[in-house]
């Protein structure tokens, strides 16, 4: 007896967007403005997520068809999807920001961005806990985006801890950070977890991480089965795997 196809539920459809405005914040961060009819992506939540289409190089974009389990072009092969952080978000203008780390297709689209590209969405984001005493807040550069976001909406006093691979990564947000250099033999991640490791959870600590996926698995299990935090009260996201695509974001 064949077993079924298991199928996934189809993500929001495709909206085409053009490239209006960029800007270097870092040497390692580049922000891009897109507009464009976005009616239905605006989040309510902040680190909430979109997806971002990215044409072929030298092409126009084409519209994947979704088969009931991911994207595929017409011939067969996979787009290059990257998910990403949504920033000041209005019905017709969006601003994305994307670490250029590596020869990925998303840092190399972003250093020279123009054109036409598509996005689907809102993912997501992330519940503010109001009866929260102190929000813990780990992430790598990956994560600023996001970051930037929290601070700015969570009302209980918070605790950042951000790791870069060089110090011009450093960004300014409305907070004091706790920045993290990591060393050029390290595994990215460590500075986090040593970070999230040397905390302290009281109930009534809420903890958001995010970076590195093998990072963000060592934080689970630290969290959850060495300290006993209870599920509800962190949200740790894998936001790209080392080693894939130059460090670009996984679908």
């Known amino acids: 007896m064949t077993e079924p196809v298991r199928t996934r539920r189809p993500p929001p459809p495709w909206r085409p967007v053009e490239v209006v405005a960029s800007q270097r914040l870092t040497p390692r961060l580049m922000r891009v403005t897109l507009a464009g009819d976005l009616a239905g992506i605006v989040p309510e939540q902040p680190a909430a997520s979109i997806r971002l289409l990215i044409p072929r190089p030298g092409g126009p974009l084409e519209i994947p068809v979704w088969n009931g389990n991911e994207f595929l072009f017409a011939d067969g092969t996979r787009p290059v999807i990257r998910t990403l952080t949504p920033l000041r978000t209005t019905s017709t203008s969006v601003d994305v920001e994307v670490v250029l780390h590596g020869e990925g297709p998303a840092a190399a689209w972003a250093a020279d961005a123009s054109g036409v590209v598509a996005l689907s969405g809102p993912g997501r984001g992330y519940e503010i806990d109001e009866g929260a005493s102190l929000c813990r807040i780990f992430g790598d550069e990956s994560a600023l985006p996001a970051i930037s976001e929290l601070v700015e ?23 004091t950070v706790t920045w993290h250099d990591l060393p050029a033999s390290a595994v990215p991640g460590d500075t986090l977890v040593a970070a999230v ?18 990072a963000m698995q060592r934080i689970r299990r630290h969290l959850f089965e060495e300290r006993g935090v209870p599920r509800s009260a962190a949200w740790v996201r894998g936001y790209w795997k080392h080693g894939r695509a130059g460090g670009d974001n996984p679908d």
Not at 161 to 170: G, L, N
Not at 197 to 214: C, H, K, L, Q
């Open 153 to 175: 909406r969570i009302t209980a006093p918070v605790d950042v801890h951000v790791e870069i691979a060089s110090p011009d990564a450093r960004l300014g947000l409305p907070v």
């Open 197 to 214: 490791a040397a905390a302290s959870y009281e109930p009534g600590t809420r903890v958001w991480a995010a970076g590195e996926a093998a």
